[in-house]
Structures are given as C-alpha cells and as structure tokens.
C-alpha cells in the first residue's frame, strides 16, 4: 500500500462514524468470523458463504454495514475530486444516470449532482442500519418480514458508489495507488450480493464487462 495511500485510510476519511458491532453480541462474532475468513486470505467467492448454522438475516446485516462502512471509506478518499461542478449529474458514463428517490424530501426521482446523491444515500443507509425496527441488535430480536427487502434496496445503491468511482474517478484511485483495495472491495461485494441474489442483474449491467474480467 502506498504511503498515500496509507495517510487517507489512517485518516478514516468516512463522512460519518462507523456503525460497530457490539463486543459480546452475536453479529459481533459473525464480524469477526467474517474478518477472519478474509485476513487468512480465503477465497472470495468462500469467504461470503453462509457459515454452517448461522442465520441468513444475520449474516447479511452483518456485510451491509461492513460493505457501508468500506463503501463509504471509499468514496470519501475521491470525494475532493468529485464535485458539483465535476459531477453535476450522479452517473455512471453517458447510459446510466441515477436519480434519487425518498420517503421525505425527494418523493419523485429527482436528478442530483453526484456528491448530493452520495450524501443523502449515506445518511438514508445510516438511518437503515441504526433503527432497531429494522436492524435489531438484541440477541433474540427478529428481524421484521421486510429486512431482505431493506437489505436489497441498501445494497443496490451502494452498488452505484462503485459505478460511479470506477466510471469517473478510476485515475484518482490508480493516483492513489488504492487499485488493489478497490478492487478487492468491489470483489468481495459482487460475489456477496450474487452469492444470495441481492442485487437485480439489470442493476450490475454498467459494470458487466469490468466484472466479467475481474471475477470469474
């Protein structure tokens, strides 16, 4: 990694704090369970599998905060680069424009500059995983019937985040010297979210011949 590269992460350049898991807890183990499998350097492709025994729900709460928490980190290391005046619309080249659509102010898709998109995006994700109604921290919570889909919608957005860097931003992280991490990142995702069916594959089509390449 290079020394750049080095001072950004050192920096936690996240827009936001982290959301952590609780030592002690359940989601806390499956995280570290997770880590482990992916420090010991375990194939990608084995390493999101669902462990033997453990809850699906759980294992995916567990990857949609890490991949918010990494997604963010991310992003916020171009986020100097990606502005109203570079960005004025969130795409991801000439096919693909993204718009935005909440519960509150933006109840049409609206189009945004892609640091406005990516801010309300993080906020709406941290709002997500911090209600208990839909993320519950306490061992023997359920989880409400709409989790997956909560979970689905999160994680098809941050799939955007990688559009966008990658289509727009690739030389700042090539600069960066922050390729392989990326890269790593964007791997780890890909075969998660395909392992279990959580993105649309209309959602992934800006990045098919990347991803054909990079994953096999």
């Given at each position: 990694?290079?020394?750049?590269?080095?001072?950004?992460f050192n920096k936690d350049r996240t827009f936001?704090?982290?959301?952590?898991?609780?030592?002690?807890?359940?989601?806390?183990?499956?995280?570290?369970?997770?880590?482990?499998?992916?420090?010991?350097?375990?194939?990608?492709?084995?390493?999101?599998?669902?462990?033997?025994?453990?809850?699906?729900?759980?294992?995916?709460?567990?990857?949609?905060?890490?991949?918010?928490?990494?997604?963010?980190?991310?992003?916020?290391?171009?986020?100097?680069?990606?502005?109203?005046?570079?960005?004025?619309?969130?795409?991801?080249?000439?096919?693909?424009?993204?718009?935005?659509?909440?519960?509150?102010?933006?109840?049409?898709?609206?189009?945004?500059?892609?640091?406005?998109?990516?801010?309300?995006?993080?906020?709406?994700?941290?709002?997500?995983?911090?209600?208990?109604?839909?993320?519950?921290?306490?061992?023997?919570?359920?989880?409400?019937?709409?989790?997956?889909?909560?979970?689905?919608?999160?994680?098809?957005?941050?799939?955007?985040?990688?559009?966008?860097?990658?289509?727009?931003?690739?030389?700042?992280?090539?600069?960066?010297?922050?390729?392989?991490?990326?890269?790593?990142?964007?791997?780890?995702?890909?075969?998660?979210?395909?392992?279990?069916?959580?993105?649309?594959?209309?959602?992934?089509?800006?990045?098919?011949?990347?991803?054909?390449?990079?994953?096999?």
């Open positions: 990694m290079s020394l750049a590269l080095k001072q950004v936001r704090p982290k959301r952590k898991f609780e030592p002690g807890t359940q989601r806390f183990e499956l995280h570290k369970k997770a880590q482990a499998s992916l420090n010991a350097g375990l194939d990608l492709k084995q390493a999101v599998q669902l462990p033997h025994g453990e809850d699906l729900n759980d294992w995916v709460a567990v990857h949609v905060v890490d991949f918010f928490n990494r997604i963010n980190l991310i992003y916020g290391t171009i986020s100097d680069s990606c502005t109203d005046q570079t960005c004025p619309v969130m795409s991801g080249g000439p096919k693909y424009e993204y718009r935005w659509q909440d519960e509150h102010k933006y109840k049409r898709p609206t189009a945004l500059s892609a640091p406005k998109y990516m801010s309300l995006l993080m906020d709406w994700i941290e709002v997500q995983i911090n209600n208990e109604n839909i993320f519950p921290t306490n061992v023997g919570t359920p989880f409400p019937k709409t989790f997956m889909q909560v979970a689905k919608k999160i994680l098809s957005r941050l799939f955007r985040v990688f559009v966008h860097v990658y289509i727009h931003h690739f030389d700042r992280v090539s600069q960066m010297g922050a390729e392989a991490h990326v890269n790593t990142c964007y791997k780890h995702f890909y075969y998660f979210v395909t392992e279990f069916n959580l993105t649309d594959h209309k959602e992934l089509e800006p990045l098919k011949e990347m991803t054909s390449r990079m994953c096999h």
